[in-house]
């Protein structure tokens, strides 16, 4: 970890060394979910609610996936662009370094412009919780903890996932956009106002239900029957990230350089 420091300090200081265009980046990345969370509202004010959810209680979802969004995005952006790194050949220097992998693409990369992001997603959560009435435990605040903390697993894993398929297409895949972008628009609602199919593959196979819906049943105090589920429901998301390890493993054992 104090390689990965090391590599968060470096590219911060490069990144600071433009300050004007790093604070008018975060400012862009402020507003961007801000005109998203602004037809939230709009849809709110036209509707009232939507199947049995209030605009505060979806506002609370919208603030905890793009708050996990934000995060990723930010410490996890080496996967995110890794197709360069193969297209060019420079993976093959990382292979002879006498360091992991992973902990390598991690760190040639940081996205610190994220933190406009970041602070909007810190003001809707504020806004959302004092405007909701939940009986606050230690077990729930360590819920929501929990649910920002999976939320970031999930999408690094999936950052990950794209960053292996390289490995033989060499080019990035945009396919790969649903599960990040279009994970994150569709996760920032209650899983159960889409169709059965959608909410069994995002709670069974990529569990996004397992960072916001399944929890937050639980801290607004709607869950039914075992409870318990509900509270361990974050753990799941985080377990995600194991398979992605794994895939990631037997990508790097099968890569064969580009021959740049």
């Known amino acids: ?23 008018l980046l975060s ?43 934000a995060i990723s995005e930010c410490f996890a952006r080496g996967f995110d662009s890794f197709s360069s790194l193969v297209r060019n050949g420079n993976f093959d220097r990382l292979l002879v370094r006498p360091r992991g992998t992973i902990i390598q693409v991690m760190g040639s990369q940081f996205e610190f412009t994220r933190l406009g992001r970041l602070i909007q ?5 504020t806004w959302a919780l004092s405007n909701l009435s939940i009986e606050w435990s230690l077990v729930k605040a360590c819920i929501l903890i929990l649910m920002i ?3 970031v697993f999930i999408f690094t894993g999936i950052f ?18 649903i599960f990040t972008d279009g994970g994150r628009e569709m996760a920032q609602y209650p899983l159960n106002i889409y169709h059965k199919w959608v909410t069994k593959f995002f709670t069974f196979v990529i569990p996004f239900g397992c960072v916001n819906y399944l929890p937050l049943l639980y801290v607004l105090d709607r869950s039914e029957g075992q409870s ?13 990230i194991f398979p992605c390890l794994f895939v990631w493993r037997f990508g790097v054992r099968h890569y064969r350089s580009t021959g740049s």
């Open 1 to 23: 970890m104090s390689l990965y420091f090391k590599y968060l300090h470096i590219l911060f200081k490069s990144q600071m060394q433009y300050r004007t265009s790093f604070w």
């Open 27 to 69: 400012f862009g990345q402020f507003f961007i979910p801000l005109s998203v969370f602004a037809g939230l509202y709009f849809l709110f004010e036209r509707f009232g609610q939507i199947k049995g959810w209030t605009f505060f209680e979806v506002a609370l979802c919208f603030a905890v996936i793009h708050m996990a969004f």
């Open 121 to 125: 997603s810190v003001i809707v959560l």
């Open 149 to 151: 903390i999976s939320g």
């Open 160 to 177: 990950m996932l794209a960053a292996t398929f390289c490995f033989w297409t060499i080019q990035g895949l945009e396919v790969v956009n």
């Open 228 to 240: 318990i589920l509900y509270m361990l429901a974050p753990v799941a998301g985080i377990i995600f």
